[in-house]
């Protein structure tokens, strides 16, 4: 075991909810010490082409008075790097510090950099649950076809004048056909196995989920399964105006297990100009897309928008890495955060980034929490759930068991009053 210091957390990954845990780490007055693998802060937002941005309104995303110009790659990437410097965090942060190990040891956690070895008695993993793109393993024989994932997408000009496959069903692939038509394809064809509810919308992206609204009906105590019918019933009727019924996904919409996307206005404005395969790829050659059915496309330029997985390897959990979804590692964590599968350890990523949620407005109330379960007396010991505890309900969730965090009955009050007359137009302040 290695000599030194000893810390009370170490945090491994430097994306926002990193970042955010070590600003609540230094309130609560623990010895905390981030570890980032790359040469600098921002994690998957570090390295994302300039042309993605959030799914909402950036002042859904920041918090407090922490400043933000944008919705786009360069703005958020700011926002983050903001963090560090207004609460002074970078003495506390190491730099191209990959870990590379990470083992439960008698006094808590050993980790291990290849060069550096550290110790703690508690971890929370904020490496993210995207970043390991996920390229399908087709059969390639002399393809001429160009390819890029949409996190490798650097350039959409190349998108320009060509006849471009778009594979997946989610997110990425509607971020992608966005593209494709802003960009002037010749051709688009999108092949898809399943799909994602969005919300269709003919407004900005960002103005597609109201998020502010959902709080209302949360903490006015909307019962789920109404919550479901009011949604249910605002998607099919948009899905119909727009004339996307043929692209209704094959279930109900179901807040505790659907992320509400919100539609790509260019993709809906020329649904009629996409011709579409339900359908994978199974092969590429030549300027040739063979799809599992049989059908051959004539294509110059294929976009992956099929997604990432999560990367916990270093963590050496057997469970862990073979649940195989953020969906379904969340059901592995008490209380939403704190893993089942190894002794005083957090993985920030399941309970937030598949909810309907800002991400930076999670991380910080899971981040307090965990600070109130350090000191003590335990938080996160609710047994583990397959279901997503989205927005205003992870605050309703927390306050049962944190009353450090949230005073017993003003926790209610303060956040029925954000969730009724806080204006829209401010970012939420910081729990």
């Given amino acids: 075991m290695p000599t030194g210091t000893h810390y009370d957390l170490i945090i491994v990954g430097g994306g926002i909810g990193g970042v955010i845990s070590l600003k609540y780490a230094r309130d609560a007055g623990l010895r905390a010490l981030l570890l980032e693998g790359g040469d600098s802060i921002g994690g998957l ?33 700011q926002n983050i790097r903001a963090w560090v410097d207004r609460y002074g965090l970078a003495p506390d942060i190491r730099l191209n510090a990959r870990v590379t190990a990470a083992r439960p040891a008698s006094d808590g956690w050993w980790v291990s950099t290849g060069s550096e070895e550290y110790t703690s008695t508690y971890l929370i993993a904020a490496t993210g649950g995207h970043n390991r793109p996920v390229i399908p393993d087709v059969e390639r024989d002399g393809s001429r076809i160009a390819e890029y994932h949409s996190s490798q997408l650097r350039d959409p000009a190349e998108i320009a004048g060509r006849r471009v496959v778009v594979v997946g069903g989610g997110a990425s692939a509607y971020d992608l056909l966005d593209l494709c038509f802003a960009h002037g394809a010749e051709e688009v064809t999108w092949v898809h196995r399943s799909l994602k509810w969005m919300r269709p919308t003919r407004k900005l992206k960002y103005f597609g989920t109201d998020m502010r609204l959902l709080a209302k009906f949360q903490m006015l105590g909307l019962p789920t399964r109404t919550l479901n019918r009011i949604l249910n019933r605002d998607l099919h009727a948009r899905y119909e105006k727009a004339g996307l019924t043929d ?20 993709m809906i404005r020329n649904f009629s100009g996409i011709t579409r395969y339900r359908d994978e790829v199974q092969s590429l050659s030549g300027n040739t897309v063979q799809l599992a059915s049989g059908e051959r496309l004539e294509a110059d330029l294929l976009l992956w928008g099929t997604g990432y997985r999560y990367d916990l390897d270093y963590l050496g959990l057997e469970p862990v890495n073979n649940a195989g979804s953020l969906a379904a590692l969340n059901g592995r964590c008490y209380s939403v955060f704190r893993s089942v599968d190894a002794p005083n350890l957090f993985l920030l990523a399941p309970g937030v980034l598949e909810g309907i949620t800002s991400a930076p407005w999670a991380y910080a109330h899971a981040a307090k929490s965990i600070m109130s379960h350090i000191l003590g007396p335990p938080v996160f010991n609710a047994p583990p759930k397959n279901a997503f505890t989205n927005h205003f309900d992870l605050a309703k969730h927390l ?9 017993f009955g003003l926790w209610y009050l303060k956040y029925l009053r954000l969730a009724l007359f806080y204006p829209k137009d401010r970012p939420m302040p910081l729990p």
Avoid at 66 to 77: F, K, M, V
Avoid at 247 to 259: A, E, R, S, T, W
Avoid at 399 to 407: E, L, Q, T, V
């Fill in 399 to 407: 306050a049962r068991r944190d009353r450090r965090s949230y005073p």
């Fill in 45 to 77: 937002w570090r390295d994302l082409p300039e042309w993605q941005d959030i799914q909402f309104r950036k002042e859904d995303w920041t918090l407090g008075d922490i400043p933000i110009q944008g919705e786009d790659q360069r703005s958020i990437l």
């Fill in 247 to 266: 692209i209704l996904p094959g279930h109900d919409f179901d807040v505790q297990h659907d992320q509400l996307i919100p539609g790509r206005p260019g």
